[in-house]
């Protein structure tokens, strides 16, 4: 993230190189994708160790979806203190409405040459399934059906609420409103990170007081 500094990872962009890369676990991420389920924790732990392994993450990261479990949440408290005394983990949540949050993931269109993202709610291209700039049939992802959607929903009050919670008992949660401007929904993030940050400042945690 630009004014940090540092990189954002995405578990799902990372899942998705390697489906299209065919590697084994993209293989077996496929699958489960596919029927709007999650991938194993000890996968996604293990692709997310890999990343953070990597020399650009050494003054700081953000991590897009992850972690989704309680399992998760965990095993990265537990890796953090091992990574150049950084403070622990902050999360931060965008609270979206259901509906809205449905139109967001079923009218998902992408181009598959540019890499385009449109909206058939919100931001829809000009000629419909055409991309704007390349003129390619747009697609959609095959989890972001409603079907899958339903799912993935059932999935995160099961799995993923638990983690809220988690974070919240440490201090270490801030929740945002996501229904307005791109810039605006930013601007807060932004703000719950600096906020949450004053209590955390780096080379001031006791990590074994922690853990």
């Known amino acids: 993230m630009a ?21 084994e676990l993209g293989k077996a991420a496929k699958t489960l994708m596919d029927q709007g389920k999650l991938v194993p924790d000890n996968l996604v732990n293990d692709m997310v160790a890999a990343r953070l392994a990597q020399s650009d993450v050494h003054s700081g990261y953000i991590l897009d979806g992850f972690p989704r479990t309680l399992i998760q949440a ?21 609270n979206v409405e259901y509906t809205e949050l449905l139109h967001r993931i079923t009218g998902r269109r992408i181009c598959p040459t540019c890499k385009r993202i449109y909206n058939t709610f919100s931001n829809p291209s000009k000629i419909a399934g055409l991309c704007d700039v390349e003129g390619a049939r747009l697609e959609q992802r095959p989890d972001d059906t409603e079907e899958a959607f339903g799912r993935r929903m059932k999935e995160y009050e099961k799995l993923t609420a638990p983690v809220i919670q988690h974070y919240e008992g440490k201090g270490r949660f801030r929740e945002v409103d996501g229904q307005a401007s791109v810039e605006e929904v930013h601007s807060r993030i932004l703000a719950a990170l600096k906020d949450l940050r004053k209590n955390f400042p780096p080379g001031t945690w006791n990590s074994q007081a922690e853990i």
């Open 3 to 23: 004014e940090f500094g540092i990189p954002q990872i995405s578990t799902g962009d990372i899942l998705r190189a390697n489906i299209a890369n065919g590697t």
């Open 74 to 94: 965990r095993w990265f408290d537990a890796q953090v203190p091992n990574r150049r005394n950084m403070p622990p983990p902050v999360a931060i949540g965008i």
